[in-house]
């Protein structure tokens, strides 16, 4: 018997249709980025270092062994882009890893605990919070100076309190609902309630904070090295290439596009797995 669709079912298939694209798309982008960094040893084993000058900005297309053609020392453009994204990529996740786990820490305990704690706590993130960015990258990087180790320091060191305070709020929620309150009352020492009731309950909101700052911390690497506060310039990065290429935007276009759109795609792909993410785990929000 052929059923007929209703306005009601329409329009409750399409947010599972926009859902499927999100995830599809994200994972397409960012694993294909991920999967093509993780082979760049075994595609590209000269690390994209290899010099040609006497093909130095090639054009796109122009050669089989250049596609995306090459950079002002005759270096491939393609090989360069894959092989730098080891270094945002690295820098977006370990930052994101240290930052989250740092922050969560500083959130559970001042927001199970309040009082004392709480109030250090959030002074110190108030304080972190009234700090300008840039100003306080210059100065870190000035005396510690640059280097891939520094810069994702600095990062977890920035960004602990965004999470801190996600965290917080949760447990803030947490320790007065039922369930808690009836172990505590069964005796059950704090330790194994953080463990058992606070923590599985605040992990989603936490994953979806570190799926969108991956995304965030990979613009924010490119941005510094693009200033000359991040990586060793000899290091292939994406914002070392948009650097190295900003002079020959009107003459090699290429050089500084294509890591362009590396950064925007990955970037993209990110923050739709973060959207998708945050669709399945918060469906209230």
């Known amino acids: 018997m ?29 694993g294909g980025m991920a999967a093509l960094v993780l082979a760049s040893g075994w595609l590209f084993p000269d690390g994209g270092a290899a010099m040609d000058l006497t093909a130095r900005l090639t ?23 894959i092989v730098g994204g080891r270094i945002s990529l690295l820098v977006g996740f370990a930052s994101v890893l240290g930052g989250a786990l740092l922050g969560s820490v500083m959130g559970l305990v001042a927001g199970f605990y309040r009082g004392f704690w709480d109030v250090i706590v959030m002074r110190c993130a108030d304080v972190q919070l009234a700090l300008p960015f840039i100003l306080v990258a210059i100065t870190f990087i000035a005396i510690l100076g640059g ?39 069964f005796g059950v020492r704090d330790p194994a309630m953080m463990r058992h009731h606070i923590v599985p309950n605040v992990l989603g909101p936490l994953v979806i904070l570190m ?26 990065s994406w914002g070392g290439m948009l650097a190295d290429g900003r002079t020959y935007m009107q003459t090699a276009w290429w050089v500084s596009v294509f890591p362009g759109l590396a950064i925007m ?18 469906p209230k929000g």
Do not use: C, K
Not at 3 to 13: C, D, H, K, N, Q
Not at 265 to 282: H, K, P, S
């Open 2 to 30: 052929q059923t007929l669709s209703t306005p009601a079912a329409a329009e409750g298939a399409r947010p599972r249709l926009r859902l499927s694209l999100e995830l599809a798309l994200g994972v397409l982008l960012t």
């Open 59 to 81: 054009a796109p297309a122009v050669t089989a062994a250049h596609p995306l053609g090459t950079d002002p020392l005759g270096r491939d453009v393609l090989a360069r882009v």
């Open 265 to 282: 795609l990955t970037v993209l792909g990110l923050n739709l797995l973060g959207d998708w993410l945050r669709d399945r785990l918060d």
């Open 147 to 185: 280097g891939l180790s520094n810069v994702i320091v600095f990062m977890i060191a920035s960004q602990w309190v965004q999470y801190a305070r996600v965290v917080r709020a949760q447990v803030l929620t947490l320790r007065e609902r039922e369930f808690v309150q009836a172990a505590r009352a």
């Open 211 to 236: 799926t969108l700052n991956v995304a965030n911390n990979i613009l924010l690497e490119s941005s510094l090295t693009f200033l000359g506060l991040g990586v060793d310039p000899m290091i292939p």
